[in-house]
């Protein structure tokens, strides 16, 4: 009896990671996705759709608008299961595709994140009153990130994307190779790959010294809409370390090697 449930249990065991995996597909309706999962809300205004979309399933909605729904699909699934990474569907985007989905991301971050948060830190640090130690260390943190986060998202789009886009359509283009090994002789994306710095491991750490040094006089409701804010940016970095980390640098491997066979 023993073995027979043994056998049993063996035979339909299924990874945990698997079982608890949701994902969209195209026939689902927008409308319930943004139901079950509203963090996709910024997701979806980045892959060109805003709300009002009535009953239109994903991929109604993708042709009306004339948007790759494939593309769509794997970008809103990454997001959704941080288990799901199919690195074989998202290597097959072209980089223009890729980086695309990255500029409006960084655009949104910094027109509209980082102001927010700003005004949230604001409005918090003036309304806790008797935490000056306190107070001081949060904003000096945040200064110090905010810093770092933009420098970091200017890196990447004056120094990284062009090269990106520039080594893809110099693939196409032989008689261009050599200008553009002389041109960028001293910039491998392997360089870049060792100083991609994490920037969510940073807000994690903001968010762990508010969660544990606010002073003890702080407004409840602003604490909690800032670090509601922190949480969702935070998740919003991983996402996006994640496709240029796994995706953009996977796909400029390839093409750097097949620009040095012709060296
Ligand atoms: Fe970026
Ligand atoms: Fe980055």
């Known amino acids: ?8 249990l063996k035979s339909v065991y299924i990874p945990p990671n698997i079982i608890l995996m949701e994902l969209f597909i195209e026939t689902s309706s927008l409308a319930a996705v943004i139901h079950k999962d509203y963090t996709l809300l910024p997701v979806i205004n980045r892959l060109g ?5 009535g009953d239109l399933t994903i991929k109604e909605l993708c042709d009306k608008e004339c948007i790759d729904v494939t593309f769509f699909m794997e970008i809103i699934n990454v997001f959704h299961n941080e288990s799901y990474f199919s690195k074989k569907k998202l290597l097959d985007f072209s980089v ?10 960084h655009k949104y971050y910094l027109g509209y994140v980082l102001p927010e948060q700003e005004r949230l830190i ?16 949060i904003r000096k943190f945040y200064n110090k990130f905010r810093e770092e986060f933009v420098n970091h998202v200017q890196f990447e789009e004056v120094k990284v994307f062009p090269y990106i886009i520039k080594l893809s359509e110099t693939i196409h283009i032989p008689l261009q190779r050599n200008d553009f090994i002389d041109q960028y002789r001293n910039f491998t994306i392997k360089g870049f790959e060792k100083e991609h710095g994490n920037m969510d491991e940073k807000m994690f750490d903001l968010k762990n010294i508010i969660i544990k040094y606010l002073p003890p006089n702080y407004d409840l409701n602003i604490g909690n809409s800032l670090l509601t804010n922190l949480f969702m940016f935070e998740k919003d970095l991983k996402n996006h ?3 240029e980390e796994k995706i953009l640098i996977s796909k400029v491997k390839q093409l750097e090697k097949v ?5």
């Open 1 to 8: 009896m023993l073995l027979l449930m043994y056998v049993l």
């Open 259 to 263: 620009i040095k066979k012709d060296e």
């Open 96 to 105: 223009n595709v890729v980086i695309d989905y990255l500029l409006k991301t």
């Open 122 to 137: 604001d409005l918090f640090l003036t309304k806790c009153i008797n935490g000056s130690k306190e107070n001081e260390l």
């Open 49 to 53: 759709v805003k709300l009002g979309f």
């Open 241 to 243: 370390a994640r496709i």
